[in-house]
């Protein structure tokens, strides 16, 4: 049987409204006051019975001030819940962490810190519990009355995600109008992980865009990422290729072409900070991206290292619109998905036998990677691309074909 939690605090407000009942001459008993505050009624009673000699500790307080407490609520309602993505609590707990170094650079927020702040907006908890069920697996009927799409339960069954889908493209295309994005300046990143060691006869890849992707997961991988950015245009960027250690070694990168860029991590995928190097020494240029400049936007997954505060708030200052793909994901044809299935995996089935002796920093498996990437991405060009686009049904013909109807169905409902 699970043990029964609660706080001081509880306990004194059951008290509280357990005299109040008293004096008003409607007597609350043991077990309501138990079932209200979770709170064993043997407890209650030895407490009212014979009160605690104790000072009573004074209330807790949140470590963050109001402003960072604004600052984090209006993170979590518009980078958050607004665009459909899960976020754990020690997500918010390393997000609020960040705003509070800001003014106490060697200050710590910890969870008790994030539980008050809940207190103080106890919507925003419940906002985020219905949207994190659907992560879990919870039933569909969440999923879409969150979308405010309107049914009968015994429909629940009958319904696939081509309406989700649908909606999704529309959000996709109000986003466009809204934020007056060009056709020739909306692109879509992705990150995929590649596995070296298993067999290259066969490439494996896994699509990361989930906050809290095991590693239990990647444990037998020896794993390289890399980041892809297409426009809707046609245009290719320059890759990233992430790889797994702790310090760079320029042998794995022998022959490699001179505008790919590079990174290294524990884990060999992205993470915050990389992201945010990227950004800054990169993609900002790349983009062609600025305060000053015409807005660009990114189609994107939900991953850890795409929502955060810092990013967000960057992106948002050069004029960067972000549209996240929401979680999870995998239901959504993201175009570059398209690109690393039908373009980039079957070009390693030209490989030769695997490899039978592999050295300790597998350097020439990477160098055998990178070799074969290179070709994979010679054929992606400005056709292979757009064409990528329209099978996701991502591009600008197919967008306007489905807004438009949906203004027809309007007029036609509504006769406006």
Same mark, same amino acid.
């Given at each position: !049987? ?15 409204? $357990? ?21 064993? +009624? ?9 009160? +605690? ?18 600052? *984090?609520?209006?993170?979590? %309602? ?7 993505? $899960? @976020? ?33 907006? /106890? ?15 919870? /039933? ?13 339960? #015994? ?10 889908? #649908?909606?999704?493209? *529309?959000?996709?295309? #109000?986003?466009?109008?809204?934020? =007056? ?11 995929? @992980? ?21 590693? +239990? ?21 320059? /890759? ?9 070694? &320029? ?23 990389? !992201? ?38 960057? %992106? ?5 619109? *972000? ?7 995998? =239901? ?8 690393? =299935? ?7 089935? %030209? ?23 290179? &070709? ?18 991502? +591009? !600008? ?20």
């Amino acid at each position: !049987m699970s043990k029964v939690r609660y706080t001081e605090e509880d306990l004194q407000e059951a008290l509280k409204t $357990y005299r109040e009942s008293v004096q008003s001459g409607k007597r609350i008993s043991y077990n309501e006051l138990s079932r209200k505050f979770n709170i064993p +009624s043997d407890t209650i009673r030895r407490r009212i019975n014979k009160p +605690s000699t104790k000072p009573m500790p004074p209330p807790k307080q949140s470590a963050l001030t109001r402003e960072m407490q604004i600052e *984090l609520k209006k993170w979590i %309602c518009k980078g958050i819940i607004d665009n459909q993505i $899960y @976020c754990s609590r020690e997500f918010i707990r390393q997000n609020a962490e960040s705003l509070y170094k800001f003014k106490f650079p060697n200050g710590e927020i910890k969870m008790d810190d994030i539980k008050l702040f809940f207190k103080t907006f /106890p919507y925003l908890a419940q906002m985020l519990s219905t949207q994190n069920r659907i992560r879990l697996g919870q /039933p569909d009927l969440d999923y879409f009355e969150r979308m405010e799409w309107k049914y009968r339960l #015994d429909d629940i069954e009958k319904l696939d995600m081509s309406e989700f889908i #649908d909606q999704w493209h *529309l959000n996709l295309m #109000d986003w466009i109008v809204e934020n =007056e994005v060009p056709e020739n300046r909306i692109y879509n990143l992705d990150e995929t @992980c590649f596995d070296l060691t298993r067999g290259l006869m066969k490439l494996q890849t896994k699509y990361v865009d989930e906050e809290e992707t095991s590693n +239990s997961k990647f444990q037998k991988w020896d794993l390289l990422s890399t980041i892809m950015i297409v426009s809707l245009s046609g245009k290719i960027l320059p /890759p990233v290729i992430i790889y797994k250690g702790e310090e760079f070694n &320029l042998n794995w990168i022998k022959n490699n072409p001179k505008n790919w860029v590079y990174g290294v991590t524990n884990s060999g995928r992205i993470t915050p900070e990389l !992201m945010m190097n990227l950004f800054r020494n990169h993609f900002l240029r790349l983009l062609d991206a600025g305060k000053d400049k015409p807005p660009i936007g990114i189609i994107l997954n939900g991953h850890i290292s795409h929502k955060t505060i810092e990013f967000q708030n960057f %992106c948002e200052f050069n004029n960067i619109k *972000l549209h996240y793909v929401p979680t999870p994901s995998r =239901e959504i044809k993201q175009p570059i998905k398209n690109l690393i =299935e039908n373009i980039i995996k079957p070009q390693w089935k %030209c490989l030769d036998a695997p490899f039978t002796q592999i050295d300790p920093n597998i350097v020439s498996l990477k160098n055998e990677f990178n070799f074969k990437y290179k &070709l994979a991405l010679e054929k992606l060009t400005s056709k292979v691309i757009k064409n990528a686009w329209t099978e996701s049904e991502l +591009s !600008m013909k197919k967008l306007d074909a489905k807004y438009e109807e949906r203004e027809i169905n309007f007029i036609k409902n509504y006769g406006i």
